[in-house]
């Protein structure tokens, strides 16, 4: 059993699956969870029988390999994944909808839209209800440059999980790109209230505000989010025009 407290700043999400499940005469078992910052997993391996026959070692071979290639990771909002990180993520066969759509995260954080719309369009084909997956795709669609389809996947999301906050980051920054600033500054604060730590969408309201002159709003937004990110370089060039 692991447990270990996460820093009191900044956001996180864990990837890898939850399994109990019996194969070639033992039980395997793991769960996991992320809660008020504390996250614990329990894993176990019980045998169940003395003897197992030759074909059902065989049988068991490949799920196993897979089983053992899912590991649980904690990742912080924000982190940057290294080129060794992409390269193993690229040979890695993920065939649940949750691990697609973190992967696809990771490729849309490095520019990487077309992988990351592949992994998010690949998401909603296994869980065509994977609100996060749909949603996530259009944020792939908008930085290909399509925001038409972008807004489409944003809209069909938000009609179905109303606090979806990637889908009302999405569409602040639409109506941000349009300079309809108060509608920005709604969907980026509604998105906030959800995930208080988004550097993305601290920024961008911190620029709405600026645009509208309410400077006291726009520094205290530049400021959160270089609290969170540091080396928010777009901030401090925020900070310095105000």
Do not use: C
């Not at 009302?168 to 209230?193: C, K």
């Amino acid at each position: 059993r692991e447990r270990i407290e996460l820093p009191s700043v900044g956001s996180f999400a864990t990837h890898g699956k939850d399994y109990d499940l019996a194969l070639g005469g033992t039980r395997y078992s793991r769960h996991s969870k992320l809660e008020n910052r504390v996250f614990t997993a329990e894993a176990s391996m019980r045998s169940q029988v003395s003897e197992i026959p030759a074909a059902d070692a065989r049988a068991a071979e490949k799920p196993l390999n897979d089983m053992w290639k899912d590991a649980l990771e904690i990742m912080a909002t924000g982190y940057y994944a290294t080129d060794a990180d992409v390269a193993a993520l690229r040979t890695r066969k993920i065939t649940d909808a949750p691990n697609l759509v973190w992967r696809g995260n990771v490729f849309l954080d490095r520019g990487e839209y077309d992988a990351a719309y592949a992994d998010f369009d690949a998401a909603i084909k296994i869980d065509e209800k994977n609100w996060y997956a749909l949603a996530d795709r259009g944020m792939a669609h908008f930085w290909r440059g399509n925001a038409v389809q972008a807004k489409a996947d944003f809209d069909a999301a938000l009609a179905k999980d109303p606090k979806n906050e990637v889908a009302l980051r999405g569409l602040g920054v639409i109506h941000r790109d349009h300079r309809e600033f108060a509608e920005s500054i709604d969907l980026l604060t509604r998105s906030l209230q959800s995930d208080p730590d988004n550097t993305f969408a601290l920024g961008n309201r911190a620029y709405a505000y600026a645009m509208i002159d309410d400077k006291p709003k726009a520094l205290a937004d530049a400021a959160a989010a270089i609290r969170i990110q540091p080396n928010y370089v777009d901030m401090y060039d925020l900070r310095a025009w105000i």
